[in-house]
Nanobody, 118 residues
């Protein structure tokens, strides 16, 4: 059974920092591209950051320079360090795993709420 469990969400003031973590089980973690998505109320889910098994990283333009994604293949975890938070960062954040070779192997976490107060 595949599980992606997020943690670290909560309320933070604008300008503050927060770190999200996602622990995966039931998948071959090192074979998966790990992603963080977010969905704000009334908006479509968007890709925030991704990190490949080899460590290649991409960020959405809106978070470049403020967010940092990292992974620990030994612990099956992916993290998202969010600095200099803005109210528009308020959303439910989802961990996502996509197998590098099997395009139908896609899994989602349950999501964690992050709220940034102005």
């Amino acid at each position: 059974q595949v599980q992606l469990v997020e943690s670290g969400g909560g309320l933070v003031q604008a300008g503050g920092s927060l770190r999200l973590s996602c622990t995966a089980s039931g998948i071959i973690f090192r074979m998966n591209v790990m992603n963080w998505y977010r969905q704000a109320p009334g908006k479509q889910r968007e890709l925030v950051a991704s990190i490949s098994s080899g460590g290649s990283i991409n960020y959405a333009d809106s978070v470049k320079g403020r967010f940092t994604i990292s992974r620990d293949n030994g612990k099956n975890t992916v993290s998202l360090q969010m600095n200099r938070r803005k109210p528009e960062d308020t959303a439910v954040y989802y961990c996502n795993a996509k197998h590098s070779l099997l395009t139908t192997s896609i899994y989602w976490g349950q999501g964690t709420q992050v709220t940034v107060s102005s």
